[in-house]
């Protein structure tokens, strides 16, 4: 790790101030991925704002229609809180099945949002759901706030305080999860909810994305057989050593019927 | 720059200055001495550093050492009672459930969280609940059947 200035401020403002005022300074959640990136010097920022002692970014509240999840909520509570399997179980489900035990009891819900991991779950869930980023500047819908490979619409001393979520009538995510490391090869998040379908992908492709063809036959006919003959084209899907564009490719509407069907089965 | 951390660490409140590079597991083991918490792939995957960070367990390698501020750590140095094993290390040491015994301190301090939510556990949420935890050498089954009677024993 290349030295660094650390910061553990206890408000909101004043960690948006400190990274304002550092040019090179990088905001710390969990750290499941950012310290990994440390250690390899992948990243070197000048000072870290360790987000871990601001208590406004806690807590989970199901409030009429809407679920919302604190930045700082880790993946471990969400995946056992009693809101979150009312509200939205799905949610619950993926946030159970991210990385490992050890992983879940430390990574949060904002860090991972703010990374943007190609092989994310949570991306998926926040698109597929059409869930509302609440910064301490300002609100940003999901389609507007995943913008490409690690990249966000998030600016400098910007932080997520929160994220809302509308209850869907129903949902759930599919992933074919690499064997090795847990995370998506492809991850599908299907929703039905006021009057929309919503169809992400992630895993397959640099950015999580919709896959808009699947929603208009879904729009149409939530089951799984309409998805039978939709693929999405394997140009601009990812390939490497773990799986081909076209195998990807595959995959996302396998793991879109087996989403839509739990979604029809409320499993 | 050195930062002031202090923790409770097994039942002890410590403090300590320290460059907030330091990672947890760097701190327990070269600060503290407690090396029973071991550094395996230092990539976090293997698990075999995992302590408990206010009761969840959390992989030590991943982890600085300054975010453990005010938080109580519990390795497995801490998990025996006087000098009795506990029951948890008893039914791995029973059940064959190490061979070299590298993972072992990780495996038990993520099985002592398993089975606080799971009192009764199966095989496959035995399995699914050591994710984190690579063994190279027993093939994993003595230390499902480990976690198994552990569970067991920590009933009676």
Redesign the interface.
């Given at each position: 790790?290349r030295?660094?200035?650390?910061h553990?401020p206890a408000t909101l403002k004043e960690a948006a101030s400190l990274l304002r005022k550092n040019e090179n300074a990088r905001a710390?959640s969990g750290?499941?991925s950012l310290?990994?990136a440390?250690?390899l010097r992948l990243a070197a920022p000048a000072a870290?704002v360790?987000l871990?002692?601001i208590e406004e970014l806690r807590g989970i509240k199901l409030d009429g229609a809407v679920l919302t999840v604190g930045a700082m909520v880790r993946h471990?509570e969400v995946a056992t809180s009693r809101d979150v399997a009312i509200g939205i179980p799905a949610l619950a489900r993926l946030a159970e099945d991210i990385?490992?035990?050890?992983?879940r009891?430390?990574g949060t819900l904002g860090g991972a949002l703010a990374n943007n991991d190609p092989a994310a779950d949570y991306p998926a869930a926040v698109l597929g759901l059409g869930a509302t980023i609440h910064t301490n500047k300002r609100a940003i819908a999901a389609d507007k706030f995943f913008l490409g490979l690690y990249e966000t619409a998030l600016k400098r001393g910007e932080i997520i305080t929160s994220v809302a979520f509308p209850l869907p009538k129903r949902a759930a995510y599919a992933k074919f999860a690499n064997p090795a490391s847990?995370f998506a090869l492809v991850g599908v998040f299907v929703s039905e909810g006021a009057g929309s379908v919503r169809v992400a992908v992630t895993g397959a492709a640099p950015c999580v994305f919709r896959a808009k063809d699947m929603e208009k036959k879904l729009a149409a006919n939530f089951a799984p057989d309409v998805l039978a003959k939709v693929r999405v084209p394997p140009d601009g899907l990812n390939s490497d050593i773990h799986a081909s564009a076209e195998y990807r490719a595959h995959l996302i509407t396998v793991m879109a019927k087996r989403a839509v069907a739990a979604a029809v089965a409320g499993k | 720059m050195g930062i002031t951390v202090s923790m409770t660490v097994n039942g002890q409140a410590v403090t300590a200055e320290l460059d907030p590079r330091t990672l947890l597991v760097q701190f327990l083991r070269e600060y503290r001495q407690l090396t029973g918490t071991h550094v395996g792939c230092d990539t976090g995957q293997c698990g075999a550093c995992t302590v408990h960070l206010d009761g969840r367990a959390v992989k030590a390698c991943n982890i600085l050492a300054v975010q453990a501020q005010g938080a109580q750590i519990l390795t497995i140095e801490g998990v025996a009672a006087n000098s009795e094993l506990h029951p948890m290390q008893a039914a791995f040491r029973d059940h064959h459930g190490l061979q070299c015994g590298f993972c072992t301190p990780g495996m038990v301090m993520n099985a002592l969280e398993l089975v606080r939510k799971h009192p009764d556990p199966s095989e496959e949420t035995i399995r699914a609940g050591l994710d984190g935890n690579l063994c190279r050498c027993t093939g994993y089954h003595n230390i499902v059947k480990a976690v198994q009677a552990g569970a067991a024993a920590m009933k009676r």
């Open positions: 790790m030295a660094f200035d650390y553990r710390l750290g499941q310290i990994p440390l250690k870290l360790d871990g002692a471990s990385g490992d035990r050890q992983v009891n430390m847990r | -």
